[in-house]
């Protein structure tokens, strides 16, 4: 069974930081892009960020840029975001996502369940 | 950026039903289109990408079609399964997706 777990999210005030980690099973990650989305309730997803399948290439939303970090340690399968400065914008479910294979298309075919990370004084 | 329009927002379809989703990109995102399928309380599930073409284990009564700014994701006889929200996702420029329309048992 293939499966992204993440964990990390929970509530946090303005201007602190918070590190999210999605522990992949059951397929080579190592093979893979990974990505970062994000869905505030009620709205539809937002892309945050990728890292390539050898950690050598990494892009970011510009509403993230700067302040969020992507990364990932193959060797434990798993994929990071470090999130800094917070802002009570980034409210969301956080969820990492799978990029599918081949044609270099940045389409999601494996997401985990979602984390919330709740930005509030 | 490429803004990612749906239409409607609620659509109200009986089952067994066709149901039509449309998705407006603001500017031309060639074939580089999906739609996912979200239930509540569950994570985006990829049905369609290139525009038409199914994602694994995904029923033929799901279909895509366009091309360029004006997409349509069309199911052709609803289940009771299907009843959910539905997301169009561009990957021509950076991604972006639209703001979903919920399809709602009528």
């Known amino acids: 069974q293939v499966h992204l777990v993440e964990s990390g999210g929970g509530v946090v005030q303005p201007g602190k930081s918070l590190r999210f980690s999605c522990a992949a099973s059951?397929?080579?990650?190592?093979?893979?892009?990974m990505h970062w989305v994000r869905q505030a309730p009620g709205k539809g997803p937002e892309w945050m960020a990728v890292i390539s399948y050898d950690g050598s290439n990494k892009y970011y939303a510009d509403s993230v840029k700067g302040r969020f970090t992507i990364s990932r340690d193959s060797s434990k399968n798993t994929l990071y975001l470090q999130m800094n400065s917070l802002r009570t914008e980034d409210t969301a479910v956080y969820y990492c996502?799978?990029?599918?294979?081949?044609?270099?298309?940045?389409?999601?075919?494996?997401w985990g369940r979602g984390a919330l990370v709740t930005v509030s004084s | 950026e490429i803004v990612m329009t749906q239409s409607p927002a609620t659509l109200s379809v009986s089952p067994g039903e066709r149901a039509t989703l449309t998705c407006r990109a603001s500017h031309s995102v060639s074939s580089n289109l999906a739609w996912y399928q979200q239930k509540p309380g569950q994570a985006p599930r990829l049905l369609i990408y290139?525009?038409?073409t199914r994602a694994t284990g995904i029923p033929a009564r799901f279909s895509g079609s366009g091309s360029g700014t004006e997409f349509t994701l069309t199911i052709s006889s609803l289940q009771s399964e299907d009843f959910a929200v539905y997301y169009c996702q561009q990957c021509n420029t950076w991604i972006t997706f639209g703001q979903g329309t919920r399809l709602e048992i009528k």
């Open positions: 996502a799978r990029q599918m294979m081949g044609g270099n298309h940045w389409y999601f075919d494996l």
């Open positions: 059951g397929f080579t990650f190592s093979s893979y892009d």
């Open positions: 290139g525009v038409s």
